[in-house]
């Protein structure tokens, strides 16, 4: 089994920035793929960024170039630094990560953004 604990949400105003923070634990060996999503109210969750464990970074067009994933596998933590924030990433974002075949999920973290 795998844990993901997402921190670093919060408010904050339009064109601020935040960093998203997962931490892995438990039966961490052999994740692969981490990613982020997000789900706004009313909607479905949608898939913002992707970092497999080697290979290119991908992004979802409406956070390109504004939001960066990051991983730092010594601390088994995977990041998403936000810039640029509109009112429109307002969401819950969820970590994400693959392992032999399942998905894990955290809990999620709420990120609100005003205008």
């Known amino acids: 089994q795998v844990q993901l604990v997402e921190s670093g949400g919060g408010l904050v105003q339009a064109g601020g920035s935040l960093r998203l923070s997962c931490a892995a634990s438990?039966?961490?060996?052999?994740?692969?793929?981490m990613g982020w999503y997000r789900q706004a109210p009313g909607k479905q969750r949608e898939w913002v960024a992707t970092i497999p464990s080697g290979g290119t970074t991908m992004y979802a067009d409406s956070v390109k170039g504004r939001f960066t994933i990051s991983r730092d596998n010594a601390k088994n933590t995977v990041y998403l630094q936000m810039n640029i924030l509109k009112p429109e990433d307002t969401a819950v974002y969820y970590c994400?990560?693959?392992?032999?075949?399942?998905?894990?999920w955290g809990q999620g973290t709420q990120v609100t953004v005003s205008s």
């Open positions: 438990g039966s961490i060996f052999s994740i692969s793929t």
């Open positions: 994400r990560a693959a392992q032999m075949g399942r998905a894990y």
